[in-house]
């Protein structure tokens, strides 16, 4: 079992930035893929960026240049980083870790972990 807690969610103004961290626990040697997720009230959850152990990253289109992600197996930790936030990227954010790293290149949701998720709200 993997045990996932995320942090760093909050409210912030457009434009601003934000670091969503998620710290994992329990059997982390069987992680490979790791991504972070995100539903809007009304929507459904859509990926936005997961990485592999690699390194492979795979990011959604509204995200591209402004959001980062990244991991530190030492810490067994991922992080999100958004910069240049907008009213639309407002949710509540999930972190995911698999085994499977196929999940990263896909882009699908069929993780095994998921965290309890953070709430992202960004006002104009």
């Known amino acids: 079992q993997v045990q996932l807690v995320e942090s760093g969610g909050g409210l912030v103004q457009t434009g601003g930035s934000l670091r969503l961290s998620c710290a994992a626990s329990g059997r982390t040697s069987s992680i490979n893929a790791m991504g972070w997720y995100r539903q809007a009230p009304g929507k459904q959850r859509e990926l936005v960026a997961a990485i592999t152990r690699g390194g492979y990253t795979n990011y959604a289109d509204p995200v591209k240049g402004r959001f980062t992600i990244s991991r530190d197996d030492a810490k067994n930790t991922v992080y999100l980083q958004m910069n240049s936030l907008k009213s639309e990227d407002t949710a509540v954010y999930y972190c995911?870790?698999?085994?499977?790293?196929?999940?990263?290149?896909?882009?699908?949701?069929?993780?095994?972990?998921w965290g309890q998720g953070t709430q992202v709200t960004v006002s104009s």
């Open positions: 995911a870790a698999d085994p499977n790293t196929r999940l990263v290149v896909a882009g699908t949701d069929g993780y095994d972990y």
